[in-house]
Antibody, heavy 119, light 107 residues
Framework: EVQLVESGGGLVQPGGSLRLSCAAS????????MNWVRQAPGKGLEWLSY????????YYADSVKGRFTTSRDNARNSLDLRMNSLRAEDTAVYYC????????????WGQGTMVTVSS | DIQMTQSPSSLSASVGDRVTITCQAS??????LNWYQQKSGKAPKLLIY???NLETGVPSRFSGSGSGTDFTFTISSLQPEDIATYYC??????????FGPGTKVDV
């Protein structure tokens, strides 16, 4: 079964750090571009970051640039999001999402992991 | 960056009704538009890609059309399981990928 499973969410104080992981299974992870998307409570979807299949190209939304770092380990079928200098407005459910081959659409999503930034 | 708007922000319809949602881009994005469905507490699900292509396994009552700046998403006959929020997403000159604010559909 094609699957993405996020982990690593939790409660963190403002200014703190957290690392999210996304474990891929059921497909050739190294062949797919990947993204992170988040959703604040009661709000819409916000794209955060893109990483190419090889990991050589990475892009970020302005809202997280310089604070968040995306990486991948194709040998371990894993995608990471390292989050530093966390703010209250980073409180959200974080999703990893696979980009569909030959179409720039997110066809597979993880179940999401909740990050709460609060003192 | 390209901005996306959707209308209406919410709607209520009856089972069997035809439902139409519009999405407008702040500039020409050709057909670089996707539609997603998100049910409460769940991850989004891809329904339509490249403005009008139905994702595999998605019921044919869902359809999309449009190009340039104006796009339409249609549910031809609303079903109870279609209660969800629907988002458009542009990917012209990406990243960034930009989502619309969403349309909440109630039955």
């Amino acid at each position: 079964e094609v699957q993405l499973v996020e982990s690593g969410g939790g409660l963190v104080q403002p200014g703190g750090s957290l690392r999210l992981s996304c474990a891929a299974s059921g497909f050739t992870f190294s062949s797919y571009e990947m993204n992170w998307v988040r959703q604040a409570p009661g709000k819409g979807l916000e794209w955060l970051s893109y990483i190419s299949s090889s990991g050589s190209s990475i892009y970020y939304a302005d809202s997280v640039k310089g604070r968040f770092t995306t990486s991948r380990d194709n040998a371990r079928n894993s995608l990471d999001l390292r989050m530093n200098s966390l703010r209250a407005e980073d409180t959200a459910v974080y999703y990893c999402a696979r980009e569909k081959r030959a179409a720039d659409a997110f066809d597979i999503w993880g179940q999401g992991t909740m990050v709460t930034v609060s003192s | 960056d390209i901005q996306m708007t959707q209308s209406p922000s919410s709607l209520s319809a009856s089972v069997g009704d035809r439902v139409t949602i519009t999405c407008q881009a702040s500039q020409d994005i050709s057909n670089y538009l996707n539609w997603y469905q998100q049910k409460s507490g769940k991850a989004p699900k891809l329904l339509i890609y490249d403005a009008s292509n139905l994702e595999t396994g998605v019921p044919s009552r869902f359809s999309g059309s449009g190009s340039g700046t104006d796009f339409t998403f249609t549910i031809s006959s609303l079903q109870p399981e279609d209660i969800a929020t629907y988002y458009c997403q542009q990917y012209d000159n990406h990243p960034p990928f930009t989502f619309g604010p969403g349309t909440k559909v109630d039955v």
